[in-house]
């Protein structure tokens, strides 16, 4: 089964936008999906936003709508995370994972990746 691996995270200030990498070990996501979250400190894993890989489709969280945007590289080799005006909220190791379907539901994705921390001052 292919591991994920993000990349793009970093120290960042408030106003600043970061784009996230996912990225497969190897050939393949392994999956028809590949959706992003976050884990802020002491908090539950989020859900974020969700790309259906075969059609572009996505689908985001009420909380993800505006700021973030997740798309798909023109060879397919990665799903990124576009995120514009980050706040000190916005602090939270972040993770993709793949599935079979659009969904946001954390039990339906398989693969996590180790997680990259994105961290925003004020």
């Known amino acids: 089964q292919a591991q994920l691996v993000e990349s793009g995270g970093g120290f960042l200030q408030t106003g600043d936008s970061v784009r996230l990498s996912c990225t497969p070990s190897g050939r393949s996501f392994g999956d028809k999906a590949v959706g992003w979250f976050r884990q802020g400190p002491g908090q539950d894993r989020e859900f974020l936003a969700v790309i259906f890989l075969g059609s572009d489709s996505t689908w985001y969280s009420n909380s993800a709508k505006g700021r973030f945007v997740i798309s798909r590289d023109d060879a397919g080799t990665s799903v990124n995370l576009l995120i514009h005006n980050l706040v000190p909220e916005d602090t939270a190791v972040y993770y993709c994972?793949?599935?079979?379907?659009?969904?946001?539901?954390?039990?339906?994705?398989?693969?996590w990746g180790q997680g990259t921390q994105v961290t925003v001052s004020s």
């Open positions: 994972a793949a599935a079979p379907r659009i969904t946001n539901q954390p039990e339906s994705f398989h693969s």
